[in-house]
């Protein structure tokens, strides 16, 4: 997941602080522009920013050493689909909840259901998960 020189890969780290967030969607958004999808945008975006959140949180209470840059995401083109991921060094499994959408927190995963077409999670090799929702690019 972390390797890839291709035109079809965009692979960028991250810190676990909140300003790569920020970081993240615009590479997600500048990135599908690139790839002549621009209407993916703002849904994609929006996934992103909750993913990358998430790592963010749990990155920094992972008891883990890891580089500087422990969260990745990945976008990955797979016509007629776009994958996105977001790796964190947390083992945690990310579970949804019924949204409370009067709370700041707990709406998530929900918003990654809502926006893509499926998500899910798979654990990685050398530890921590990686989080991924699939959007389909009508091109």
């Known amino acids: 997941m972390r390797s890839?020189?291709?035109?079809?890969?965009t692979t960028c780290p991250l810190r676990p602080q909140a300003d790569s967030v920020k970081t993240a969607r615009d590479v997600t958004r500048t990135t599908l522009r690139g790839w002549g999808l621009p209407e993916l945008g703002d849904?994609?975006?929006?996934?992103?920013?909750e993913l990358?959140?998430?790592?963010v949180r749990?990155?920094?209470?992972?008891?883990?050493?890891?580089?500087e840059h422990p969260i990745t995401l990945m976008l990955l083109r797979l016509s007629p689909h776009v994958l996105l991921a977001v790796s964190d060094p947390s083992d945690e499994v990310p579970t949804p909840k019924e949204?409370?959408?009067i709370s700041e927190h707990g709406r998530g995963l929900?918003?990654?259901?809502?926006?893509?077409?499926?998500?899910?999670?798979?654990?990685?090799?050398?530890?921590g998960k990686a989080v991924w929702a699939l959007f389909r690019a009508d091109r």
């Open 58 to 67: 749990y990155a920094s209470y992972s008891a883990r050493h890891f580089d």
């Open 99 to 101: 949204p409370d959408f």
């Open 110 to 127: 929900y918003i990654v259901e809502t926006y893509s077409k499926c998500w899910g999670w798979d654990a990685l090799d050398e530890g």
């Open 43 to 49: 849904d994609a975006a929006l996934v992103v920013s």
């Open 52 to 55: 990358v959140t998430n790592a």
């Open 4 to 9: 890839g020189d291709r035109e079809d890969a």
